[in-house]
């Protein structure tokens, strides 16, 4: 199964959720589009968060110096993103796919980050951090992905969430399934796999 891992913007969480996965599934790790590698890299993060011998770390397909959006950071680079060139890696394992971003990042003048997930027919694992205005950022991206009839795997929420608030984006969508990630106070391999083994997908 591929599982598309998005969120409701950037900096909420993909990558750490991608690792708890991946680690919970013994899954392989994907990020096809990597801005600001200046920063570093998140497939190197995944790999030095899992402790599995079973995951296979694949190559990104476009590396962006910049943190920007990808269109914004491939201009910089002078390079092109082209859906047709990111095609899923050879695997017989179940893949966990990082996006970059949130779900309407463009990479180009005719795509979005959402359409990688489209082209491989991917279930979506949506990630939802706890700050203000999460609500709306939340709901637009949940009603966006039920109107395009995406196939929704479920809701992490992560980090500690108020449970009104919680409740006010469970109930647009009650029939997807929520997941939990606790605030992490220290974020390592015994950290990661911890949390891995209270997660079923």
Same mark, same amino acid.
């Given at each position: 199964?591929?599982?598309?891992?998005?969120?409701?913007?950037?900096?909420?969480?993909?990558?750490?959720?991608?690792?708890?996965?991946?680690?919970?599934?013994?899954?392989?790790?994907?990020? &096809?589009?990597?801005?600001?590698?200046?920063?570093?890299?998140?497939?190197?993060?995944?790999?030095?968060?899992?402790?599995?011998?079973?995951?296979?770390?694949? &190559?990104?397909?476009?590396?962006?110096?910049?943190?920007?959006?990808?269109?914004?950071?491939?201009?910089?680079?002078?390079?092109?993103?082209?859906?047709?060139?990111?095609?899923? &890696?050879?695997?017989? /394992?179940?893949?966990?796919?990082?996006?970059?971003?949130?779900?309407?990042?463009?990479?180009?003048?005719?795509?979005?980050?959402?359409?990688?997930?489209?082209?491989?027919?991917?279930?979506?694992?949506?990630?939802?951090? /706890?700050?203000?205005?999460?609500?709306?950022?939340?709901?637009?991206?949940?009603?966006?992905?039920?109107?395009?009839?995406?196939?929704?795997?479920?809701?992490?929420?992560?980090?500690?969430?108020?449970?009104?608030?919680?409740?006010?984006?469970?109930?647009?969508? &009650?029939?997807?399934? /929520?997941?939990?990630?606790?605030?992490?106070?220290?974020?390592?391999?015994?950290?990661?796999?911890?949390?891995?083994?209270?997660?079923?997908?």
């Amino acid at each position: 199964m591929n599982y598309f891992i998005t969120g409701i913007g950037t900096n909420v969480g993909k990558t750490i959720v991608s690792a708890i996965l991946t680690e919970a599934l013994n899954a392989d790790y994907w990020k &096809p589009i990597q801005s600001g590698t200046n920063e570093g890299l998140d497939s190197v993060t995944v790999k030095e968060l899992i402790s599995n011998s079973k995951t296979t770390i694949h &190559p990104e397909v476009y590396l962006l110096k910049e943190p920007l959006s990808p269109h914004m950071a491939a201009k910089i680079d002078e390079i092109s993103i082209e859906l047709q060139n990111i095609q899923l &890696p050879k695997t017989q /394992n179940d893949l966990i796919i990082e996006g970059a971003g949130g779900l309407m990042v463009p990479i180009n003048s005719k795509h979005y980050v959402i359409d990688i997930a489209k082209k491989f027919d991917c279930e979506i694992i949506l990630v939802i951090s /706890n700050y203000l205005g999460c609500i709306n950022h939340s709901l637009l991206t949940i009603d966006y992905l039920i109107k395009l009839n995406f196939k929704i795997k479920a809701f992490i929420f992560n980090g500690d969430f108020n449970a009104e608030v919680k409740e006010s984006i469970s109930n647009y969508a &009650p029939n997807i399934r /929520n997941i939990d990630i606790p605030t992490l106070t220290m974020i390592n391999k015994e950290s990661i796999l911890s949390v891995s083994e209270t997660v079923a997908l």
